[in-house]
Structures are given as C-alpha cells and as structure tokens.
C-alpha cells in the first residue's frame, strides 16, 4: 500500500522531503525542532489567485488575509508585496499590518468585543473598514469617530443565518452564533438607520462570515443570497449604499487524503456571481466583493518539523511514537479533533510497513495527541517526522504549556531558508529582566531554548 498524501511533497535528489527547494533534516539540523517551516511561494501563489480571481468579477474586488491564521513578520510582508489587505482583530494585528506596509485604507478591523483603544487607533489611522458586529459597538465606533472628527467606513456583520464549517466551534453564521448582529427582529436594519444618520460613520456594505474549514460551496451560496438579499432590501427600503460585499473567510485546506476543498477560483466566482444577479435583479450594479481568507492560503503552505524520541510498543501492539512537541504547539487534534498527515522527512513517499502508529506528543496530558493512526514506513528515534498542513492556526495558538517555548518559524523560497521568528527562550516567557535578575543575581544565565 502507498503512503496516501493530500497532496504531493517534493522530494530532492536524496530522497529527503523537500520544503521550499531545502532539505527538510537540513532544516531540522540547523534550527532545531520541533520547527514550523513555511514555503513563501505556496503563499505567494494562492495569494495571487485570491487576486487575480476577485480581478474578473463585474465589481471587483479586495482579499483581505486573515492575520489570525498565522500573522508574523516574513508573513505580513509577502500580504503587502502580494497587495492584499488584511483581516485584523487586535492591536497587535494592526501594528504590524501597518509596519509591513499594508495600506490602511486595505485592513478590516474585526472583533465581538473591541476595546476603546482599538476603535480609536482605527480612527486614528484610517482603517478601511471596521465591521460592527453590534448596535452596542456601532454606538462606541460613532462616539470615536466624532471624538476624532474623522469618518470611518463601517461594514455591518450580519448573522446570516447558515451552518458551515467542520467544528461546531467553527460555526459562526448560525443565529445562536455570538457574531453578527441578528437580521429577523430587526436590528440590523435598525444598525443600517443610524449608520446612515451619523455624520462620522459611513456606510460601505455588509459582512457575512459563517465558518472555518469548509468543504462544500452551497453554504456559500445561500450566505451570499441573504447577505446580498439584505444589501438590497436596506438599498430599496432606506436608500442605504452598498459598495462592498464581504463574505468572509472559510475555505478548507487538504489535511489528509480525501479532503477536497473547492477551488480559490471556484468560491469567488460563485458567490461573485450570485451576489451579482442578486444585485443585477433590483436594477443595481455588482459591488466589489470581499473574502477574508487565512487557512486557505496559508494552512497547506506550512509543514512542522519534529524529532522522534521514544517509541513505545503497547500491551495491545499498538506503537506510540512520540516527538518532541505536541498540543502545545498544535492545539486543532485537542480541540477539534482535527486529522493530519505525518510524513517521514528521509523518506516521504516510503512505504508503510506494519500497523499505523499513533504519533504522540511530550506533554503531560493524554488527549496530547498529533495523529491517532498514521502509515509509517518504520521508523527510528531521532528520525525527523514532518506533520503537512500547519500553516494555519497552529503558531498562532500555540501555547507554552509544560513550559516549552513556541518554536521558530523558518520561512523557504527557492531552496534558501530564513529564520521569521526565533525559537522562544524560557527567560522571556516566565519572567521580566527585573526578576531574573533578583532570581540570580550572579553568573551568566544560559538559555534554554
Ligand atoms: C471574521 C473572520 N474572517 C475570516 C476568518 C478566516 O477564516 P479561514 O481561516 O477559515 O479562512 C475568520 C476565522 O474563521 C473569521 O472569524
Ligand atoms: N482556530 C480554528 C478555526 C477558527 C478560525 C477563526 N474564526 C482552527 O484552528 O481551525
């Protein structure tokens, strides 16, 4: 039986995996493990197909890359180069959105729960679009916007109503969902009245997200029916201008063999084209349409590096592998019970022999778990495993848990490597240099990373 992939690794003339024309044991060997390795061209590429898709619409129209997934200096730079905008929920996000040269007039501020000082950095420096996801935060937004005397363009989230997504924790159109703010009582059309009758706040459009790992287009297209149904309601009824559509992000990655998501080109030209008939059919014309894209560009672009350590046989048979890292830098099989694809790095394609082994982590819980079964050819301690698809949400909800430090990010074009992001070290994550220094007052301090 061969080895099945989501999709194909490359291999080098050794017969090593190959990440970004390096050596996956090269890469293992020179920074260390576990490490989370990401080919700028992969993200390169789906970034220009965001592009070049939302090009061919009749409105046309803007990604914004989720910074959620996965937002870090070598990241937020290829965005700025690509000319996409981001997706941003927090200060930070913004920051370094703004510090890579993002435009702006090109960043999306979201959030359930925006702080007083994030609504004013907006304002202050001119966020394209902030989406209300409440009357509540509409009426903080305008008090900001009027504080500063500066307009600020507002998307309003509206819950549309739709279940997609692969966890219920990655539902979020569905009424009972905390985002949006509901359309059947009528408070989103009230929302629509008082954007519309504030001197600060301007309306651009409305915003749709309804979840996170999805595999199918139909709940896309019933979003982008209610959401566009919406825009044109509100246009007939109060007059209100609609600009700009944004149907969030949510488009699957491949984590294991089987998993197909529709194409980048497929989900743009869907939902562009009912939003567009939707529109044509009340006599108005397309409006540019937006997607909110994270784990779709950047989830397949990323691969982690671990080093095999004790290979345990079970009462049962069963083998446990364990590597040197775990939930602790991919929390998504603990919570979600997401599924992965392990490959060995000297030996990607190699054939699987004997019974699938279960590849755990080293830190002290039982769900620790990377891979509940994987076809391995058979391995040995101290060989370097590569878990494929953890470009997205896997740094960025990484954890420090049993005091292990996040590792580093090593960005790979063209067989050349790059250290993004360096390995923690446990001074800075338990202390201030204040306290250090009170814990030892004498002798160097020595690094544990
Ligand atoms: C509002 C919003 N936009 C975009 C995204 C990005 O989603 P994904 O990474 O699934 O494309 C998310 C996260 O699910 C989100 O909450
Ligand atoms: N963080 C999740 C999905 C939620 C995305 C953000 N709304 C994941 O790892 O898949």
């Known amino acids: ?217 139909e709940p896309y297209r019933q979003a982008a029916r209610v959401v566009a149904g919406f825009a044109v309601q509100m246009a007939r009824e109060l007059g209100a201008p609609c600009a700009e559509i944004d149907m969030g992000g949510g488009l699957g990655a491949r984590y294991v063999a089987g998993d197909r998501p529709p194409s980048i080109e497929a989900l743009v030209e869907t939902v562009g084209r009912v939003v567009a008939d939707v529109f044509a059919s009340a006599g108005l014309a397309a409006p540019a349409l937006l997607v909110e894209p994270g784990r779709s560009i950047v989830a397949e672009a990323g691969t982690t590096l671990y080093r095999v350590g004790a290979i345990k046989r079970l009462a049962s048979g069963q083998v446990v592998v364990a590597v040197d890292g775990g939930m602790s830098d991919n929390p998504r099989v603990a919570l979600y019970g997401a599924r992965y694809t392990a490959v060995l790095a000297r030996d990607p394609r190699g054939r699987p022999e004997g019974r699938p082994v279960r590849i755990v982590g080293r830190l ?50 063209e067989g050349r490597a790059r250290l993004w992001v360096r390995r923690e070290r446990w001074e800075e994550m338990t202390a201030t240099d204040e306290v250090l220094a009170r814990l030892a007052p004498t002798g160097p301090r020595t690094s544990g990373a």
Request: hydrophobic residues 45%.
């Open 1 to 217: 039986m061969e080895l099945e992939l989501p999709f194909d690794v490359d291999v080098n003339r050794d017969g090593h995996l190959s990440l970004g024309g390096c050596d996956a044991l090269e890469l293992a060997e020179r920074w260390g493990t576990p490490l989370y390795v990401v080919d700028e061209q992969a993200v390169r590429q789906r970034c220009r197909r965001y592009r070049r898709a939302l090009e061919a619409l009749p409105g046309g129209g803007l990604a914004v890359y989720a910074a959620k997934a996965f937002w870090v200096g070598g990241m937020a730079r290829i965005v700025a180069e690509e000319g996409l905008g981001a997706d941003v929920s927090s200060e930070t996000e913004v920051h370094l959105a703004l510090a890579a040269g993002i435009p702006p007039e090109r960043l999306v501020l979201h959030g359930n729960n925006k702080s007083p000082s994030e609504m004013e950095l907006a304002v202050r420096v001119g966020v394209g679009r902030v989406v209300a996801d409440s009357l509540w935060e509409l009426e903080r937004l305008g008090e900001a916007a009027a504080r500063a005397g500066r307009p600020l363009g507002v998307l309003l989230r509206i819950q549309p109503g739709v279940r997609a997504g692969f966890h219920d924790a990655m539902q979020t159109g569905h009424e009972s969902s905390k985002f949006g703010i509901p359309v059947e009582d009528g408070q989103a059309r009230q929302a629509v009245v008082r954007v519309m009758g504030h001197p600060y706040l301007e309306l651009r459009g409305y915003h749709v997200h309804i979840g996170s790992q999805i595999l199918e287009l």
């Open 364 to 413: 002290c819980e039982s769900g620790d778990v990377l891979i509940e079964a994987a076809p391995l050819p058979s391995l040995a301690s101290g060989d370097v495993l590569a878990v494929l698809t953890t470009g997205a949400y896997h740094l960025a909800m990484a954890s420090n848990y049993n005091g292990l430090p996040r590792p580093a990010v090593v960005g790979v074009s």
